[in-house]
């Protein structure tokens, strides 16, 4: 009897240790963010943008749409988005993201942010970036009736060993957010205006800024 007993208390205390470890790696993971200060290397201010018109959905319906289908708009093969705590049917924050990325790094961001018309995530604690990126819809700046869909992001390389891969990192950035910008548009069933655009600023550690789109 006492034998069951403490096998009992034992098999208790190994399920608690799971649900325990389970609850840690899908609500509470305990990842620190990672702010651009604690980055290595330059300073990147970088823009994706596309201009479009007639969409076929309301500007809150297809950002809504956006943030709960956040696999369908990016390209699997270079950044595959799975949600990793949170509704997945929702986009709330402090909900976080595990994204697998073409080459040896893979990364989680968080959301630190979400409206009706943008969202944004921070880096976590592993990322090879450290910073934050947004995506907002908003109307076009000078024309009338006329959509932009853009997304920014503000962040160093994580270590000198991230820095050292920039230009690999970089043209796999520019891939996955250029066809994100494609995909809202097609999925907006909408007018595209022009080439979708890219710019990035480069703030050095000695403060020179260098502009290179």
């Given at each position: 009897?006492q034998?069951?007993?403490?096998?009992y208390?034992?098999?208790?205390?190994l399920?608690?240790?799971g649900?325990?470890q389970?609850?840690?790696?899908?609500?509470?993971?305990?990842?620190?963010?990672?702010?651009p200060?604690a980055?290595?290397g330059?300073l990147?201010?970088r823009?994706?943008?596309?201009?479009f018109?007639?969409p076929?959905?309301?500007?809150e319906?297809?950002v809504?749409?956006?943030?709960?289908?956040?696999?369908?708009?990016?390209?699997?093969?270079?950044?595959?988005?799975?949600?990793a705590?949170?509704?997945?049917?929702?986009m709330q924050?402090?909900?976080?993201y595990?994204?697998?990325i073409?080459?040896?790094?893979?990364?989680s961001v968080?959301v630190?942010?979400s409206?009706?018309?943008?969202?944004?995530f921070?880096?976590?604690?592993?990322?090879?970036?450290a910073?934050?990126i947004?995506f907002e819809?908003?109307?076009?700046?000078e024309?009338?009736?006329?959509?932009?869909?853009?997304?920014g992001s503000?962040?160093r390389?994580?270590?000198?060993l991230?820095?050292?891969?920039?230009?690999?990192?970089?043209?796999?950035?520019?891939?996955?957010?250029?066809?994100?910008?494609?995909?809202?548009?097609e999925?907006a069933q909408?007018?595209?205006?022009?080439e979708?655009q890219?710019s990035?600023?480069?703030?050095?550690t000695?403060?020179?800024v260098?502009i290179?789109?």
């Amino acid at each position: 009897m006492q034998r069951r007993h403490i096998i009992y208390v034992f098999g208790l205390g190994l399920g608690f240790i799971g649900l325990s470890q389970l609850w840690q790696r899908r609500f509470k993971r305990g990842k620190t963010t990672q702010r651009p200060q604690a980055g290595s290397g330059s300073l990147y201010r970088r823009r994706y943008w596309v201009d479009f018109v007639d969409p076929k959905q309301t500007p809150e319906a297809l950002v809504k749409y956006i943030k709960a289908n956040l696999p369908d708009f990016s390209p699997g093969l270079f950044a595959d988005f799975r949600k990793a705590t949170g509704d997945g049917r929702l986009m709330q924050v402090g909900d976080e993201y595990d994204i697998t990325i073409l080459g040896p790094w893979n990364g989680s961001v968080r959301v630190r942010e979400s409206q009706a018309l943008s969202f944004s995530f921070s880096t976590l604690e592993g990322h090879p970036e450290a910073g934050q990126i947004h995506f907002e819809l908003k109307p076009h700046p000078e024309q009338a009736q006329t959509w932009r869909f853009e997304i920014g992001s503000e962040a160093r390389s994580r270590d000198g060993l991230v820095e050292m891969a920039y230009k690999i990192g970089k043209a796999v950035q520019t891939q996955v957010w250029r066809t994100f910008c494609e995909r809202v548009v097609e999925y907006a069933q909408a007018e595209q205006l022009g080439e979708i655009q890219t710019s990035t600023i480069e703030q050095t550690t000695e403060g020179e800024v260098v502009i290179h789109d």
